[in-house]
């Protein structure tokens, strides 16, 4: 998982920011804004969220799948990982 702590701080500045905007959709709702503003906090919400997943599959891809010297069953079990992990995000 050293490859999840090198970029620690800018997955948890990602995490924090999604955070903020599920709290700005929590205040939308609480203040009965327009409905097409809290459609547009939502999908920025989904478009972060996209973007957090792109960055661990990259990350998990080239750790536990392409990086050289790994064996057949280490790298058939990242590959395994990342399957499992998009089938639940594609859902």
């Not at 990350?59 to 990982?81: K, M, Y």
């Amino acid at each position: 998982m050293s490859h999840i702590h090198e970029h620690k701080e800018d997955l948890l500045n990602r995490v924090r920011r999604i955070a903020g905007q599920v709290q700005a959709v929590e205040k939308a709702l609480e203040g009965d804004a327009e409905c097409a503003k809290t459609l547009h906090l939502v999908a920025a919400i989904r478009g972060a969220v996209n973007g957090l997943m792109d960055q661990f599959i990259d990350a998990h891809a080239r750790e536990h799948v392409a990086r050289p010297g790994l064996s057949d069953e280490a790298r058939a079990q990242g590959v395994e990982e990342l399957l499992q992990a998009i089938r639940r995000y594609s859902k």
